[in-house]
């Protein structure tokens, strides 16, 4: 009897988690970091003190 309650509270269970993740899913609130600015990275680049293998 007491395996058939605790199967009986998990499936309540499992069903109202998952009830409330469909109707009102969590937000997330973080934003992306910024970003890697190859533009001023390229601008910066000294190409004649450069390895030809850099050029790749």
């Known amino acids: 009897m007491r395996v058939l309650t605790a199967l009986c509270a998990l499936a309540l269970a ?4 998952w009830g ?4 009102h899913p969590p937000t997330s609130e973080a934003r992306p970091g910024p970003g890697i600015d190859t533009r001023e990275i390229t601008l ?4 004649q003190d450069a390895d030809p293998c850099d050029a790749n």
Do not use: I, V
């Open 14 to 17: 499992t069903g109202l988690f």
């Open 20 to 23: 409330t993740m469909l109707t």
């Open 44 to 47: 910066r680049a000294h190409l």
